[in-house]
T-cell receptor
Framework: GQQLNQSPQSMFIQEGEDVSMNCTSS?????WLWYKQDPGEGPVLLIA?????ELTSNGRLTAQFGITRKDSFLNISASIPSDVGIYFC????????????FGGGTRLMVKP | GAVVSQHPSWVICKSGTSVKIECRSL??????MFWYRQFPKQSLMLMAT?????????EQGVEKDKFLINHASLTLSTLTVTSAHPEDSSFYIC???????????FGSGTRLTVV
């Protein structure tokens, strides 16, 4: 099946630092999604991207849909302790967008 | 906003018994729901797509007779893990798509431990 390569696998940063993570695929997708998962909880949608080249912000978070439609990145500016969690990229698997495939996740740890 | 309620949040059961997990869409109708499984420190893996009023569609390698899915109404899907074994211990999460966009909402998950 389709594979999403998400990197880095984990990050340990100082509070206030900016964070960047990305996902790449060998296949083209029309929708890229970024989720955050806290321990013992289900993922929560952060940003949804529907158009190649699209750059979208949600507070301190910014995500871009790559122009080739094979990649996306998520940036977090001025990190705070509550940013700790696992961040997943996801793509809609088919044109109808009925199924999601998730990347391997980026575990973010923030040192106060 | 759209809310998906999942129960129970955790369950411990003995090997050989069955466990039912419920997933409800609280303020919207979901003709399709999705069931995922997540092992520790791993990503979410789609198990099956639950379709209201019809049979579920299972991903390759997922045993349909072991993971029974019922989607009898537009707001409820259930996953029953039959004859559970310790290797079935995992975090199970349901999801529903809030039409017309791709706003997939996830339940809070169910931690299953089989002893």
């Amino acid at each position: 099946g389709q594979q999403l390569n998400q990197s880095p696998q984990s990050m340990f940063i100082q509070e206030g630092e900016d964070v960047s993570m990305n996902c790449t695929s060998s296949s083209i997708f029309n929708t890229w999604l970024w989720y955050k998962q806290d321990p013992g909880e289900g993922p929560v949608l952060l940003i949804a991207l529907y158009k190649a080249g699209e750059l979208t912000s949600n507070g301190r978070l910014t995500a871009q849909f790559g122009i080739t439609r094979k990649d996306s990145f998520l940036n977090i500016s001025a990190s705070i302790p509550s940013d700790v969690g696992i961040y997943f990229c996801a793509v809609a698997r088919n044109n109808a967008g009925n199924m999601l495939t998730f990347g391997g996740g980026t575990r973010l740890m923030v040192k106060p | 906003g759209a809310v998906v309620s999942q129960h129970p949040s955790w369950v411990i059961c003995k090997s050989g018994t069955s466990v039912k997990i419920e997933c409800r869409s609280l303020d919207f109708q979901a003709t399709t729901m999705f069931w995922y499984r997540q092992f520790p420190k791993q990503s979410l893996m789609l198990m099956a797509t639950s379709n209201e009023g019809s049979k579920a569609t299972y991903e390759q390698g997922v045993e349909k007779d072991k993971f029974l899915i019922n989607h009898a109404s537009l707001t409820l899907s259930t996953l029953t893990v039959t004859s559970a074994h310790p290797e079935d211990s995992s975090f199970y999460i349901c999801s529903a798509r809030v039409a017309p966009n791709y706003g997939y909402t996830f339940g809070s998950g169910t931690r299953l431990t089989v002893v």
